[in-house]
């Protein structure tokens, strides 16, 4: 499994933000075409490659966007799309009878699937009831209804792991970073109340203080970060290299009058799977767990 961020991973995040700020958010699947099980399936979002997965409809998949990292056999896939920009031309001569994206895709790309007759679902993905009821979309589209509803199952019982195993304990300040420029702190997006993360913060043992506001995912000013005092900073940097190379808890040392800095309590996420809203969200709230309250796990963060 690919556990490092990738370059042109930032210019998912990037894409990702600018068009939740610009689709509808909270909108329900959106399906075209008689309802049928889907034999070729092209999946254009990474959480939703991993969920296919997850229900047992990977023998259906015959293509998936250039992001997608999990399961191994990706490489193995074409590859149809970057994140708005999906090759039409590439993905009609693979006799798709399924395109499953996310909710803010929809907007570039529904109407020319509608027009050349390919059945399509977009699903939203913002909050952990979203991921819940991806799963069980996903499954009765596919024909795994019963697979989806065990997979649920064991994304809620990780999920309860982790709340258990951190019980009773006070909770964090946290800020959750979730893009920035590579080498600085400047351009900061964080995960605001309302997202998937910030419930999996709190799941984890923290509190996330990033600023309410229009939209769940906000930019912040360094300001802004000094004023808030977060006890515990999350960065999802990229795993940059060459002229973006840096070490991302150095960068943080322009903030020395944080609690967070002070206390080098800085968290690089390197892990791909951690931002995306899939049954991993179990996996991410124990990655966020061990960095908020490293003193419940042996092992620590």
């Known amino acids: 499994m690919k556990t490092v961020f ?3 991973y930032r210019i998912y995040i990037r894409l990702a933000l600018a068009l939740v700020f610009v689709s509808c958010s909270g909108r329900s699947a959106q399906q075209s075409g008689p309802s049928r099980i889907p034999q070729r399936i ?18 259906q998949v015959v293509a998936v966007s250039q992001f997608c990292s999990f399961p191994d056999d990706v490489k193995n896939k074409p590859r149809v799309s970057g994140w708005d920009n999906t090759n039409l031309e590439q993905l009609t001569g693979l006799k798709p009878d399924l395109v499953i994206g996310i909710d803010a895709q929809a907007p570039f790309v529904k109407d020319k699937l509608d027009a050349l007759g390919i059945r399509s679902l977009f699903l939203d993905g913002q909050t952990l009831s979203d991921v819940y009821a991806s799963i069980e979309e996903i499954g009765r589209a596919t024909g795994h209804a019963q697979q989806a509803a065990e997979l ?7 999920l309860e792991a982790v709340r258990n195993s951190i019980a009773g304990r006070q909770k964090v300040r946290v800020l959750c970073v979730v893009d920035r420029i590579p080498g600085t702190i400047r351009e900061l997006y964080t995960a605001t109340s309302g997202t998937f993360l910030a419930e999996l913060i709190a799941i984890a043992g923290g509190e996330s203080i990033a600023p ?4 769940r995912w906000g930019q912040i000013t360094k300001e802004a970060i000094v004023s808030l005092n977060p006890e515990v900073i999350i960065d999802m940097i990229q795993d940059s290299k060459g002229n973006f190379g840096e070490d991302p808890v150095a960068v943080w040392r322009e903030l020395p009058e944080v609690s967070a800095v002070q206390r ?5 996420v390197r892990d791909a799977l951690v931002i995306h809203p899939s049954q991993f ?3 991410t709230a124990e990655v966020f767990a061990r960095m908020i309250h490293p003193e419940a796990f042996r092992d620590g963060p």
């Open 42 to 59: 092209v999946s254009i979002s990474p959480n939703v490659t991993e969920i296919l997965y997850g229900v047992g409809a990977w023998s």
């Open 264 to 268: 080098q309590r800085i968290y690089p």
């Open 152 to 158: 649920l199952t064991e994304t809620q019982h990780a």
């Open 212 to 215: 309410a506001g229009d939209q």
């Open 6 to 8: 990738r370059q042109d």
């Open 281 to 283: 969200v179990g996996h």
